[in-house]
């Protein structure tokens, strides 16, 4: 991505939007990659277990507490 530190880069996970939004899934799997000063841009496929390609928004609500 022509960068010498990944903190150059911008990173934007992808959102399915359903109504209710609380059924919308975001895909912290395939973030898409963007370096703003090339305008270049890719997604890639993360190898960390932790994130799936369809976590629900509910997931990140706050709790009370």
């Known amino acids: 991505m022509q960068v010498k530190d ?3 880069l911008c990173y934007y ?3 399915v939007v ?7 899934t975001v895909n912290l799997k395939c973030p ?3 370096n703003e000063d090339t305008r270049r ?3 890639v496929i993360l190898d960390a277990d932790e994130y799936n390609m369809r976590h629900l928004l509910a997931e990140f609500e706050e709790k009370e507490g």
């Open 6 to 8: 990944s903190r150059e």
């Open 13 to 15: 996970a992808l959102c």
């Open 32 to 34: 898409v990659v963007v």
């Open 41 to 43: 841009c890719m997604q």
């Open 18 to 24: 359903k109504n209710p939004v609380s059924n919308s």
